[in-house]
């Protein structure tokens, strides 16, 4: 029995990447502008899509694509704000795929909205390794998960075309340097948009309501 | 725990090459993973064990290649190998580091016994 070398120099992540593709081209063709969103568990996803819904009332038609491990919580608190919205259980998966986010298009009514929100799961490891199709990635870091995690989490930051750093209402209580943060953000990402917000407050929502429409009227 | 998913990809992509050279059984799996890809060698391993099970692949090695991390400033156009997550240009100070190598992640051959 002899061994023989084979080259096969194929990229791993290839299948997920062609289903990508396609996802984006049936954005495209129903003229949807889709944002990703990637945030530790309580950094304030599901708040900060409900806030943006409730301030582009009338002027965007905002949907929802809710990826966790288990239950329906976030697609019933999108609905209930008036928007439409699927769930992706990914029953345990730690993150979404192309894929999911395809079988879920089937129930997802894109005639009818102009910009799509993918929450994806909470987690900063995992997501940002897959491409989901969407046209613009956004993270969330929020004041309470503390200054440091562009140390401990460096790919996400490197990866994202804009991050919001949710709950400012609570930089009075909190040893939380937002320069030294934005400073060392953009050290990792030099073309980053940074957007500071309070979703309780709604302090900085403005400038990222406005970036939003921008990017859906682009589309 | 996305090397799961990762882990299928790879078993997929071999038993797909190994099938098209007509080969019964993989001995080697030669992985080329740069280090942005945040992917856990023994990771890869622990679900391939019991992933491969039945296909061409079981029994085969795991060789990983590491590749580092290599930044180019944006401003100055110095070259650097990362220490930290810090990528400030350590030569002019410019925050406009791009990663130029460390984002490689491919089966790039398979070992195969032929009958």
Redesign the interface.
């Known amino acids: ?16 990447d062609t289903q990508a593709a396609d996802n984006r081209r049936i954005f495209d063709e129903h003229g949807v502008h889709v944002v990703n969103i990637m945030a530790a568990p309580g950094a304030g996803k599901t708040s900060l899509i409900l806030e943006t819904v409730r301030r582009l009332q009338g002027e965007l038609r905002i949907g929802a694509i809710e990826g966790d491990v288990a239950s329906t919580v976030d697609t019933d608190k999108v609905r209930a704000g008036g928007a439409p919205a699927v769930q992706i259980n990914t029953g345990g ?3 979404l ?1 192309a894929k999911q986010v395809a079988q879920s298009l089937n129930e997802f009514p894109l005639d009818e909205v102009d910009l799509v929100f993918i929450e994806n799961v909470g987690n900063l ?2 997501p940002v ?2 491409a989901l199709g969407e046209h613009t990635r956004v993270a969330i870091s929020s004041v309470p998960e503390g200054d440091d995690k ?3 989490y ?2 996400i930051y ?1 990866n994202v075309d804009a991050l919001v750093i949710n709950k400012i209402d609570l930089l009075p209580y909190l040893p939380f340097d937002l320069e030294a943060f934005q ?2 953000v ?3 990402n ?1 073309d980053i948009e940074l957007f500071p917000v309070s979703c309780v407050t709604g302090e900085g929502m403005d400038a990222w309501t406005s970036w939003l429409q921008n990017l859906a009227r682009a589309e | ?2 090397e ?3 882990t299928e ?2 078993i ?3 038993s797909r ?2 099938a098209e ?1 007509g ?1 019964r059984k993989v ?1 080697a799996i030669n ?1 080329v993973i740069g280090d ?3 992917i856990v060698d023994d990771s890869v391993q622990f679900y391939f064990d019991y992933l491969s099970e039945g296909t061409p692949s079981q029994g085969a090695r795991l060789v990983f290649s590491r590749v580092r991390v290599l930044l180019e400033c ?1 401003a100055c156009g110095h070259q650097w190998e990362p220490r ?5 240009c350590p030569a002019c100070g410019a ?3 791009k ?1 130029i190598r460390g984002r490689e ?11």
């Open positions: 029995m002899s061994t023989r070398r084979v080259p096969v120099i194929e990229r791993i992540m290839g299948a997920n998966g730690c993150h795929d490891i995992c390794g897959f562009p140390y401990k460096p790919k490197a400073k060392l953009r050290s990792l030099p | 725990m996305h799961l998913a990762v990809s790879i997929e992509i071999v090459h190994a050279a080969a001995s992985l942005l890809s945040s944006g930290s997550a810090d990528w400030r925050s406009r580091a990663a992640f491919y089966v790039d051959s398979i070992e195969v016994e032929d009958r």
